[in-house]
């Protein structure tokens, strides 16, 4: 089953600094239909204007995953880490027991993100947050897994949850392929291009809900940038 959730039918809210989208129910958006898909709670498609961005604000028991396609984000929190996080590159921040932090573009250009949270399998434990890059050019024609809590993604940045989170990049015409475990959860937006997956057409920002698909076939329609994410139901 793969439903395609059109970009302009998603909700969201315009704040003149941020413009979000959502994919799921969030904030002021609120669609009992679309309260999460398996442990995924959290989709965001973020556009923030420069030199503005979230104040500090408090999270706990909470997988957050910024994949950053434009621009960059600057993370402070009460941990005391600071880190920029630019396009192409990946942050997690696991909220754990508590934690405050804030998001800045501090660009002289618009910076857009997907937010991405996961449900954690387990609760309370210590805070912790983390940044890495990911090239582009390595995941050329291929998933890369960039965030995994699931056992042998030692080089992702780790999670808390029954998860992965994978980033590719296709030239116009170019397929890839990925099996998904039986009972698994598949949500896939592409950030950038148009796809085909397993016969279902999806444009850029797009996202597509799927289950009980043992294999996924995405060809690229034209140069595209695709985001999966992989939980547990």
Do not use: C
């Not at 390595?138 to 995994?148: D, I, K, N, T």
């Amino acid at each position: 089953m793969i439903e395609r959730r059109p970009f302009d039918r998603l909700g969201g809210a315009d704040h003149g600094w941020l413009n979000a989208k959502h994919h799921f129910s969030f904030a002021n958006y609120h669609e009992p239909a679309r309260m999460g898909w398996g442990a995924l709670r959290v989709w965001n498609d973020d556009t923030i204007a420069p030199h503005t961005g979230f104040p500090p604000h408090p999270h706990a028991d909470m997988e957050i995953i910024t994949y950053v396609r434009e621009g960059a984000i600057s993370h402070q929190d009460s941990l005391g880490n600071k880190g920029r996080t630019v396009a192409g590159d990946v942050q997690v921040m696991s909220a754990g027991s508590g934690i405050t932090h804030a998001e800045y573009n501090m660009e002289d250009e618009t910076t857009r993100i997907f937010q991405i949270w996961i449900i954690p399998d387990a609760h309370g434990e210590a805070p912790s947050w983390g940044t890495r890059p990911f090239p582009k050019g390595e995941r050329a024609g291929r998933f890369v897994v960039l965030a995994s809590g699931i056992p042998g993604d030692a080089d992702a940045l780790p999670l808390r949850t029954d998860a992965r989170v994978l980033g590719a990049t296709l030239k116009a015409s170019e397929t890839i392929e990925y099996a998904m475990a039986p009972g698994r959860y598949g949500y896939l937006v592409p950030a950038r291009g148009s796809v085909e997956l397993n016969g279902v057409k999806l444009e850029a920002r797009d996202g597509a809900a799927i289950r009980d698909e043992r294999s996924l076939r995405i060809t690229a329609l034209e140069d595209a940038e695709v985001v999966l994410v992989d939980v547990a139901p």
